[in-house]
């Protein structure tokens, strides 16, 4: 069984993408928008398009029901998420197989778990594959926390059970400072989150960010496609990634696949997802969380292995099997995504909207580039600040940061603020051309202004 | 009034950038500011929410809101006026 009609709910570049696996494939494609894209390119590529309401995303791209009824009325049988908006969205995909449409992603279960971070994390470790050591909640002496500081090894990190995006979190990195810390973060947690339980984590040192990718198939098959790199980057948000790794030896790159693998199956993982991992100094590597869609820097991937992973979302959602494991891929070169947005980083990446004027491409060997712009296409305020990924691929590492660097300098949006200028900067930077880096990289970079000034 | 006039001052504010104008923090929470308000320099008086970014509007003056020119959840372009305030 494949599909004849797949809805794509979803705009920009990812929505491009899919499109276009969709009529590779042979597939009818149909772009939804908003009020605000009526000149998205994607609107423009697929076959057919209608309009799922105003610009604001809460009442078009993140209206379960208005994309439900979008995919009746053009009688498209599945429905690919993209990423973001109802990608991850469990209410959605049940709302889809209750009304016998086939959402392309993971299943309902699987997105539920992938949302509850604390429960996937227990089920990975109880499969074991290792998570960054803790203590229980609610420590409530000084003398508690020391005893167990010690048993974590420092240093540590004091964290508020109220907070959350790196907020209410204290770094100790001897005996004596967490002594000194600890009523001092109780007190902070009370009047911060109104609750002052705290646990204490292992903290781990100059961190790097990789993943890797899986897919699996309806009858249990699972396998993974190697890893991204993706330690570069500014307050949680990516800008580069990389497959593979500089860092991973092929031992290393072994252990964690099969950890990936291990966790995936753990919670009977189904169509593409992202296992992530922090990884300290020593080659310690500590399961974060399973990301269940398509990623947005999923084309490293795809350079180094083959393997169209949109395709393959495609396949295995009609019900298809896997045919090949990680060991059959013979994967071959070097590939590094930039994210292009649409920000200015000499002004805190503020957003940079307006009519693109001029716009030139980059091309020539080892480019790819997928992005929705054209010159003359106005940016929505609407809608997020990534515009395009750039994305090169050669033999080697230095090669592919070498065409990187040639196609940024032929890359021309103006008179937008892009991150092309911070790019080039990295690109030229030793530490990135080494490939020795963590997760602070961006900071020491580009040293951050006070918000207020 | 013009005598008014001669001491005090007409600042305009406008959107440092296009964006969606928003007078309060969130939907449940009263406006920031209403006309006829007393403001300080550096007072938080609107939010303009371009790309998903939130950025902050501060009154450039201490002063008097005379006037806010448009309505919440606005989108605005580049340089439309948001306030008119009389400064000290």
């Known amino acids: ?43 423009r590529l697929a076959d057919e398009r209608i309009c799922i309401g105003p610009a604001v995303s809460a009442k078009s791209y993140l209206s379960i029901e208005n994309i ?13 998420p993209g990423y973001g908006y109802l990608a991850e969205n469990q209410e959605f995909a049940r709302e889809c197989e209750s009304q016998g449409l086939v959402f392309i992603g993971p299943t309902p279960e699987n997105l539920k778990l992938a949302g ?25 002496t000084i003398e508690a926390a020391m005893d167990l500081g010690q048993a974590l090894g420092y240093p540590v990190m004091i964290k508020a059970s109220g907070g ?68 570069i980057q500014r307050r ?27 966790a995936a199956k753990a919670v009977k993982y189904f169509n593409a997802g992202t296992v992530e991992f922090l990884v300290d100094e020593d080659g310690n ?15 490293v991937t795809e350079l180094v292995t083959g393997v169209d992973l949109i395709k393959e979302q495609i396949r295995l959602s009609s019900g298809e099997k896997l045919a090949y494991s990680f060991t059959d891929l013979n994967l071959k070169g070097w590939a590094i995504e930039c994210r292009i947005n649409a920000e200015d980083p000499e002004r805190n990446f503020l957003p940079s909207p307006g009519v693109v004027e001029e716009y030139h491409p980059p091309g020539g060997f080892g480019v790819r580039l997928d992005t929705h712009l054209y010159q ?25 940061i070498r065409i990187m660097k040639r196609a940024l300098e032929e890359f021309k949006i103006k008179p937008l603020k892009t991150t092309i200028p911070l790019h080039l900067k990295i690109m030229d930077d030793s530490s990135f051309k080494e490939g020795s880096f963590d997760t602070g990289f961006i900071t020491r970079l580009m040293p951050e202004e006070d918000e207020d000034e | 009034m013009a005598e008014a006039a001669k ?33 300080k320099k550096k007072q938080i008086i609107a939010l303009l929410e371009t790309m998903k970014v939130f950025q902050k509007v501060k009154s450039p003056v201490n002063g008097k809101i005379l006037e806010i020119t448009v309505e919440n959840e606005t989108p605005l372009k580049d340089d439309d006026l948001m306030f008119v305030i009389e400064a000290d």
Do not use: W
Request: hydrophobic share 35%; with cysteine.
């Open chain 1, 116 to 140: 509850d971070k604390i429960t996937a994390k227990e089920i990975v470790r109880a499969a074991g594959v290792p998570i960054i050591p803790s203590t229980p909640k609610g420590i409530d």
């Open chain 1, 285 to 299: 590597y500590y399961f974060m969380e399973i990301n269940a869609r398509i990623q947005v820097e999923h084309p």
């Open chain 1, 236 to 262: 949680y948000q990516k800008l580069i990634e990389e497959s593979p790794s500089p860092m991973l030896t092929t031992e290393l790159r072994t252990t964690m696949g099969n950890a990936a693998v291990t």
């Open chain 1, 376 to 400: 003359g296409y106005e940016l929505p305020i609407f809608y997020d600040s990534l515009i395009g990924k750039l994305i090169t691929y050669d033999l080697t590492r230095e090669g592919a």
């Open chain 2, 7 to 39: 001491h005090t001052k007409r600042v305009e504010i406008r959107a440092p950038m296009a964006g969606i104008f928003y007078r309060k923090p969130s939907p449940d929470e009263p406006s920031y500011v209403e006309e006829g308000d007393l403001v």
């Open chain 1, 68 to 80: 439900v009824n979008a995919a009746k009325e053009t009688e498209a049988e599945a429905i690919h």
């Open chain 1, 164 to 231: 959350g995006g790196g907020r209410g979190i204290r770094v100790c990195e001897r005996e004596e400072m967490l002594s000194e810390e600890f009523p001092v973060a109780k007190m902070e947690a009370r009047a911060a989150f109104g609750n002052d339980e705290l646990y204490l984590e292992k903290y781990i040192i100059r961190p790097r960010h990789i993943e890797f990718q899986v897919l699996a198939d309806r009858f249990g098959s699972i396998t993974h496609l190697g890893e991204r790199e993706c330690t």
């Open chain 1, 1 to 43: 069984m494949t599909f004849s009609k797949i809805l794509i709910a979803n705009r920009g570049e990812i929505a491009l993408r899919v499109i276009r696996a969709c009529k590779e494939l042979g597939i009818g494609s149909v772009a939804v928008y908003s009020e605000a894209d009526t000149n998205c390119l994607h609107t």
